[in-house]
């Protein structure tokens, strides 16, 4: 157990010695040639933060829970793990029985889904400083009563890395549906870090319909998308071929070959930086920049 000494000051004034609850006393001892007097400190400091960040408190609840399976409890434990100053990326294990009005949904390609409401709602990850509640010692959260939350069970336990890297801005945690013990992911509606359905969500919501028949290309594309929260910019689509026309060779160079085309659609209007430029709300679907005659 590593602990800390601290020297007493003034052993007159001890009770204001401790009035600092993050600092765990765990006693007083006497260095036997100074004489000074020391508070012996639980050393509970993040190492990489030099203060108790969310990390260290993540870790001080570790004993206070588990899965009851070894993979998942180390997968959540290590998202929890990388908190430090931003609870967004942590997940938390959810108790089955914190989770209400479940109603089973639709079943796609990527298994059931079922819709819940969650007692305690999400960790606030909206100011990254501000999740915890020191005065109550929790974590503070967005909707404490009547969080909707969307649950999408685990096809396998294999992989939790690449399950979850598809749902990186919506994943709160897991639960475990305790009749068939199947896990299940618990996902918000709205995006985590924007407490709103952000450009992230809406092509979050459209992987179902695209694939490039590459595993690989698919996660690249996906995950320009996951990050493009109120920019666009720089987010990649996957462009099937009979949406280009007029295709023409133009030349090779060090680069390959260069061909020319028009494409039908055209790119995801990303001029106007605010919120409501990109997505129209009446059609679900992008605002595009030159529909109909892009060169690309
Ligand atoms: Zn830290
Ligand atoms: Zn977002």
Redesign the pocket.
């Given at each position: 157990m590593v602990v800390e000494l601290k020297r007493l000051n003034n052993p007159k004034n001890i009770a204001s010695e401790f009035t600092n609850k993050i600092i765990k006393v765990c006693g007083i001892t006497q260095d036997p040639k100074t004489k000074d007097y020391m508070l012996v400190i639980l050393d509970d400091k993040?190492k990489?933060?030099d203060f108790v960040?969310?990390?260290?408190r993540f870790q001080q609840n570790f004993q206070n829970w588990t899965s009851g399976n070894y993979d998942i409890d180390s997968f959540i434990q290590n998202t929890q793990l990388s908190a430090?100053?931003d609870v967004k990326g942590a997940l938390e294990w959810i108790p089955y029985n914190r989770l209400y009005d479940i109603k089973y949904i639709i079943e796609n390609k990527f298994g059931k889904i079922y819709r819940a409401n969650w007692i305690d709602g999400n960790i606030n990850s909206y100011w990254s400083g501000s999740a915890w509640d020191h005065k109550n010692q929790n974590w503070l959260r967005f909707d404490t009563s009547n969080m909707f939350v969307n649950l999408k069970s685990l096809n396998t336990l294999n992989n939790l890395t690449l399950e979850f890297m598809n749902e990186i801005n919506r994943a709160c945690g897991i639960t475990q549906d305790p009749e068939t013990k199947n896990y299940l992911m618990v996902l918000s509606d709205g995006c985590k870090k924007c407490n709103k359905i952000c450009n992230a969500i809406y092509f979050q919501q459209k992987f179902i319909n695209w694939t490039s028949g590459n595993d690989d290309i698919d996660n690249f594309i996906r995950n320009t998308q996951l990050s493009a929260h109120n920019d666009t910019k720089k987010a990649l689509e996957w462009i099937p071929y009979d949406r280009l026309y007029d295709i023409k060779y133009i030349t090779e160079n060090k680069f390959g070959k260069v061909y020319r085309a028009n494409w039908i659609d055209g790119n995801i209007n990303s001029y106007w930086d605010d919120d409501e430029g990109y997505w129209d709300y009446k059609n679900q679907n992008w605002k595009r920049l030159g529909t109909s005659n892009m060169f690309v």
């Open positions: 993040c990489k933060c960040c969310h990390t260290r430090h100053g």
